[in-house]
């Protein structure tokens, strides 16, 4: 047959490092390659880029009847398919969100549960490394940065869990989506960009939204129920101070494994490869944590007990729910893979609005006014630095005509 050329129109941008590190979040990344393609990092959005029909031939354009280009169920599916990554984006959201919400109320020990989920994540990870044929110790990287990275993440997802058993849900996923201003303030210190207007605000945003989330003592008065008595309260201070320390550093750890991972990529570093050496230190991290717990711990509530603590019908019904956040992990990549990361980003700090109503639907102890300010501050941070890179990407793009031969 002969061969038929096209010619077609592809927009390319220029991708800043913040752009390119925006949403490689350790807790929300899949088993998968995806990263591996250099593509990964050139997103266009769907909310302003709509893509034309390529035509094999002059003459099909003629053929296609008028009405039924304009058949209202041809259009939705259109319009489906041009914002599946932003519903892809919001489904995992909630369904991580929901998750956790289910695994926080069956009151278990969570380490114990992302631990053996941990474990199942790495087994599968391994056997598609094992498939794809990669190295899991390649020659061509620094062993040094991929241990930091891999601790730094490991770290993150840690502090994520401890956080749970120790704040409200809504609370933890405000402190730890700041993470997105500490990656854009790292990266103009590692990749030395210029500071931009847009980052000073975000910045400003989200100190008053966490100062307003964390409620210190010291610039608020909080008022005590008439039955809590003095210990009591102050057990409940300490243990929300050490919850707003965790959630920080959560979001700084994340934040630095996110820049490390960046790094990484830099060397050629296959993503699945990056993957499967956090899952592997954070699985040691939490062993060692869990062992710390189950020798030294002086309530039974940690002590190791198989039968008191693993066949009971909360944990297995948390553990089974740990290890369905795969499904939300995968269809995070899948949104990846269509939207533009910092779409993703603000799609993804959706979880702060899913977590504040699940809390105040269910539960009895519903979020304070100046919890909820805090989180509308963060996530309107968020949208800042996420449309202020938006723009940046539509500044810098050029359109190139590449012809593509057919046989």
Known sequence: MEKQQRTISITSTKSSPEIAVANLDPLLQSINDVNDDITY????????????????????????????????????????????????????????????????????????VFLIRFIIQGLISYVYITYRDYHVFPSNINNLLMFSRSFMAGMGSVCFYLGLELLPLPELSTLRYTQVIWTALLVLIIFRERITLPIIIASILTLIGVICVAQPTVLFTKSKPINETLQISLKNDNQRVKGVFVAIFCAFSISMGIVLNKKLLEQKVRQSVIMFHFILTTTFMLLITQ?????????????????????????????????????????????????????????????????????????????????????????????????????????????????????
């Open 291 to 407: 062992t710390y717990y189950w020798v030294f711990s002086k309530t039974n509530h940690r002590k190791f007990n198989i039968k008191e603590i693993y066949l009971t019908e909360n944990f297995i019904y948390a553990t089974i729910l740990a290890t369905l956040q795969l499904i939300p992990m995968v269809l995070t990549q899948k949104s990846i893979k269509r939207e533009h990361p910092s779409i993703v980003t603000v799609v993804q700090a959706s979880e702060i609005l899913f977590s504040l109503i699940l809390q105040n639907i269910f539960l009895a102890k519903k979020s304070n006014g100046l919890a909820i300010i805090g989180s509308i501050l963060v996530l309107t941070s968020i949208f800042i630095l996420g449309g202020h890179k938006l723009w940046l990407d539509r500044q810098n793009r050029t359109h190139q005509p590449i012809k593509i031969q057919k046989k």
């Open 41 to 112: 990092f050139d997103r266009k959005s769907s909310i302003f880029y709509h893509p034309a029909n390529i035509i094999n031939d002059e003459n099909d354009e003629e053929n296609i009847d008028s009405n039924q280009k304009c058949h209202i169920c041809t259009k939705c599916f259109c319009y489906i398919k041009r914002f599946s990554g932003i519903l892809y984006s919001l489904i995992a959201a909630l369904l991580f969100t929901c998750s956790n919400f289910i695994i926080k109320q069956l009151d278990v020990v969570l380490l114990d």
